[in-house]
């Protein structure tokens, strides 16, 4: 990869569009432009209609062509827009004139890669905008726009400064009189690392959160065979995607669905049955609503009027995993157990708003109050923890101070590597591979 190299790529969509826009990243772009709108005068960041021809000076296409002058531009480089109508046939003629001109096809996040190097962006906005191009909800969309737009890395910059000030600090109890140093020094190196530690700790509690804005809620449906998942997951996924069947055992994978409630992403699982089999299929399907039931941020438990009473009994309901617990098919008996107060039919309907009202109440419980959450990758999630175990080994190193620093720089390091300013070229290469071609 050569960061010198004239570049460009569709920034728009693919497919049949009215417009396009390919945008173009270089060094001193300005003698193209002007060929491409025939003007030896222009003016930056203003659109100009073009006739665009080739080197043969047939007709391409008529365009808008917009240029932005380094350093005022995505890129940091001099940046061309060219809006084109969105045709394939357009958009390839489009290609190989660039081509001709001895530019070349951009890598996937190579625009973005040359902001990080110019210093438009850091790892942490990079990983903004990976997680906003993949946004579907609206709560998705403002995390990762507050992300794009600098919401971690200020947080992480703050520690990293407050780490390598705790860290001088320390060494410098080394190498001063005490006399020349701040009253109570060591004791307050000790507190700001320990604030430091009890921050990163906290924000890793909320990864889970975090993960779930970013990939969805994930909500399973669990309980025996012919209970009624099915239904419920058709119901509520309002479409019949899962087979219904009065036969036990019907469903033998798990069947999923993606939906909006509320403006949050909800992976919504119909699982197996759980029942005792000598079917090899079906067991594999049970072992698979086991794995559901672990990455469950919310089960709902489907019981029948039949096995209310297994409800007092059923163990699998009782876990670290928010449950609601439902009697289906309440349109076959009159019956109601007082301590059981959510009785449901998939097939009436009735009690089904009830449902969707307790299920949005636990999506609220879990998500609402994370506006400010830091958004933490699994990459991120990792060099969290290991700032968070350098500060521990910081502060359990008592008053060698030797030891107290070297930790706490490595903590400092750590955070570093999550903003890019320590990095690695397999880091660089991963984060930026999230991002399309133009970006």
Same mark, same amino acid.
Request: glycine share 8%; aromatic share 6%.
């Given at each position: ?16 569009? #009215? ?15 002007? @060929?491409?709108? =025939? ?19 047939? &007709? ?28 394939? $046939? ?12 001895? /530019?070349?096809?951009? /890598? $996937? ?11 438009? /962006? ?8 990976? $997680? ?17 737009? +600098?919401?971690?890395? *200020? ?47 906290? $924000? ?20 025996? %065979?012919?209970?009624? *998942?099915?239904?419920?997951? =058709?119901?509520?996924?309002?479409? =019949? ?8 055992? %019907? ?5 999923? %669905?993606? &939906?909006?409630?509320? #403006? ?48 007092? %009994? ?13 009697? =289906? *098919? ?10 059981? +107060? ?13 449902? /969707?009202?307790? &299920? ?20 991120? @999630? ?8 350098? &500060? ?27 903003? +890019? ?19």
């Amino acid at each position: 990869m050569n960061n010198n190299d004239t570049i460009f790529a569709l920034s728009s969509g693919h497919g049949k569009s #009215g417009v396009a826009v390919v945008r173009i990243s270089g060094d001193n772009l300005r003698d193209i432009f002007s @060929k491409f709108i =025939n003007k030896s005068e222009f003016v930056p960041r203003h659109a100009y209609f073009c006739n665009l021809r080739d080197r043969a000076d047939d &007709l391409i296409d008529q365009c808008l062509a917009i240029y932005f002058p380094a350093p005022h531009s995505f890129t940091g480089t001099d940046v061309i827009e060219l809006h084109t109508h969105g045709a394939p $046939a357009t958009i390839n003629a489009v290609f190989e004139y660039l081509a001709t001109l001895g /530019m070349r096809m951009a /890598m $996937a996040g190579e625009f973005s890669r040359r902001a990080f190097y110019n210093n438009k /962006m850091d790892l942490t906005d990079v990983d903004g905008l990976a $997680a906003l191009l993949d946004a579907q909800t609206d709560v998705q969309r403002k995390h990762a726009l507050r992300s794009m737009l +600098g919401h971690d890395s *200020k947080i992480y910059n703050t520690w990293r400064d407050q780490m390598v000030e705790v860290s001088a600090y320390a060494a410098a109890i080394l190498d001063y009189n005490a006399d020349d140093l701040p009253a109570n020094i060591g004791d307050r190196v000790h507190a700001h690392a320990k604030k430091l530690y009890n921050e990163i700790d906290s $924000a890793l509690k909320q990864y889970r959160t975090s993960r779930a804005i970013r990939g969805g809620i994930n909500i399973a449906l669990v309980g025996e %065979t012919n209970v009624g *998942k099915s239904s419920i997951f =058709n119901y509520l996924a309002g479409a =019949n995607r899962a087979i219904v069947s009065d036969i036990a055992g %019907t469903t033998r994978d798990v069947v999923s %669905t993606t &939906l909006d409630i509320d #403006g949050f992403m909800i992976n919504l699982s119909d699982t197996a049955g759980i029942r005792e089999t000598d079917d090899i299929i079906e067991n594999i399907g049970i072992e698979r609503t086991k794995n559901e039931i672990e990455n469950a941020d919310i089960i709902i438990h489907v019981y029948t009027p039949k096995n209310v009473p297994k409800w007092r %009994t059923d163990i699998s309901r009782i876990g670290p995993n928010p449950n609601i617990d439902i009697v =289906n *098919k309440c349109d076959t008996t009159t019956e109601r157990d007082p301590e059981f +107060g959510l009785y449901v039919s998939a097939k009436t309907g009735d009690g089904m708003d009830e449902l /969707m009202s307790t &299920l949005r109440a636990k999506i609220h419980e879990i998500m609402d109050g994370t506006e400010s959450a830091l958004s933490i990758n699994a990459r991120t @999630k990792s060099l969290l923890e290991s700032a968070r175990d350098e &500060l521990s080994h910081a502060l359990s190193s008592g008053e060698n101070y030797d030891i107290f620093a070297e930790h706490t720089r490595r903590a400092g390091d750590a955070i570093g590597q999550i903003l +890019g300013t320590i990095t690695a070229s397999e880091v660089l290469d991963k984060t930026f591979g999230q991002l399309c071609l133009g970006k």
